[in-house]
């Protein structure tokens, strides 16, 4: 398992890295994409107490030791796949045995979330109740348990 985490960038923005690299880190680790994953933490970069998101970004790579000897090339691959987003990039690796490492896959789902398995709750789900006149966004004042107390 590869595990990739952002400190510095939005969110959103590391999600998108994620779609443009995972299938380039994958490839250069010679894994399964499901073996990459992006992590990127509610945190922001500080130095003297100034904000430094986007600015400088720090990378960290947990990866298997038996990786560690495309080091070079991964750093490359991260400071050129982030592009623009960030001004300075720091790029940091840790290695872990895969003795160390332990992992539960349950068979009843699939691996990962993607935009192909996910189901679509919006339906019958919410009743027709809404008077004319009346917005959909009213305090619901009624009790939200109804229905699940005798389940």
């Given at each position: 398992?590869?595990?990739?985490?952002?400190?510095?960038?939005?969110?959103?923005?590391?999600?998108?890295?994620?779609?443009?690299?995972?299938?380039?880190?994958?490839?250069?680790?010679?894994?399964?994409?499901?073996?990459?994953?992006?992590?990127?933490?509610?945190?922001?970069?500080?130095?003297?107490?100034?904000?430094?998101?986007?600015?400088?970004?720090?990378?960290?790579?947990?990866a298997p030791k038996k990786v560690s000897v495309l080091q070079d090339q991964m750093a490359q691959l991260m400071m050129h796949g982030i592009g623009e987003v960030a001004i300075h990039v720091t790029v940091q690796f840790e290695y872990y045995s895969q003795d160390d490492r332990y992992q539960k896959i349950n068979d009843n789902y699939p691996r990962f979330l993607s935009e192909e398995n996910l189901v679509d709750v919006e339906g019958d789900e919410y009743p027709e109740d809404i008077e004319e006149g009346e917005e959909e966004d009213q305090i619901f004042t009624g009790d939200i348990f109804e229905g699940l107390n005798n389940k």
């Open positions: 398992m590869i595990t990739i985490t952002i400190y510095g960038l939005d969110q959103f923005v590391v999600g998108q890295i994620s779609r443009d690299l995972t299938p380039l880190v994958a490839k250069l680790y010679e894994v399964s994409e499901e073996d990459v994953i992006f992590i990127a933490p509610e945190a922001m970069v500080f130095h003297k107490g100034t904000e430094q998101t986007s600015w400088n970004i720090l990378i960290k790579i947990n």
